[in-house]
């Protein structure tokens, strides 16, 4: 009786044709029963392939639903002329607030086209604090030369993912309130500093000094708000947030 002696190439070739074709077979007949009795027909060597080749095809499968889930890149520059009684942090205090808004205004105008969250029940303005509840905002740079100060700020957001917390948010009457108080707590002191730096321009002596003080202020006033509606709408960016408001000192 003669023996037959394999080289180790045509080994090779003999696995790979053998894995080509259960491959084969397993995705033409794709299913539980058919796929075990591929398993026990194959050599060990090969069925961690197979399972991985079926593994692969799975997520093939996910990635057109993973897909829809986009985020979304929102920035805003804003640039604030600072008066004698700015500071670095009341130029950042305002204008955080006042680019936040913008980014907001813009989210929620992209909002307003889902239907889900522009029902006709909420204004423009009730989505804008909505919004604010579910979202963070970043300081991407900045530009301070004692006269002019530049900001840079960024939302990333999920239309989808923000559209569902708005609408858990509207079934939480107390925190939806809770949100709209501290806004509207938020633009009080926004709209005291204009007034208090308009009051400076023709302020003198004791009078000055007085507004100056009235003017600081509102500032960390404004600020303990903004940190308050930051807790709430994302309790564990607290940190960051301050930091960044902060880190000049």
């Keep these: 009786m003669r023996k ?6 045509c080994k090779k070739a003999v696995k790979a044709d053998f894995k080509r074709s259960r491959i084969a077979t397993l995705r033409q007949t794709f299913s539980l029963a058919q796929y075990k009795a591929v398993l026990k027909d194959c050599p060990t060597f090969c069925r961690s392939r197979i399972v991985l080749a079926v593994l692969l095809m799975a997520v093939f499968l996910l990635l ?4 829809f889930a986009v985020t979304k890149v929102f920035e805003r520059e804003y640039t604030y002329q600072a008066s004698e009684a700015d500071s670095k942090l009341t130029c950042r205090v305002i204008a955080l607030e006042q680019v936040k808004r913008l980014l907001l205004e813009e989210l929620g105008t992209h909002l307003q086209s889902i239907s889900e969250v522009n029902d006709g029940v909420l204004t423009k303005d009730e989505i804008v604090t ?4 579910v979202v963070r905002t970043d300081i991407v740079s900045e530009h301070w030369d004692g006269k002019v100060y530049r ?5 990333k957001a999920n239309p989808d993912h923000v559209i569902k917390a708005i609408n858990r948010l509207r079934q939480d009457h107390q925190k939806s ?7 509207a707590r ?11 730096k308009q009051e400076l321009t023709n302020a003198k002596g004791a009078a000055l000094k007085r507004k100056q003080l009235e003017y600081g202020q509102a500032a960390f006033d404004c600020l303990a708000a903004f940190a308050l509606l930051t807790f709430k709408s994302c309790p564990s ?5 301050l930091f960044q408001l902060l880190d000049f000192f």
């Design 130 to 133: 909505l919004t604010a509840g």
């Design 237 to 241: 960016s607290i940190g960051q947030f």
């Design 151 to 155: 900001l840079k700020a960024r939302i």
């Design 186 to 196: 938020a633009k009080k002191y926004l709209k005291e500093i204009e007034q208090l």
């Design 64 to 67: 057109p639903i993973q897909s």
């Design 177 to 183: 309130k809770d949100l709209a108080e501290s806004q």
């Design 4 to 9: 037959v002696i394999i080289g180790a190439s």
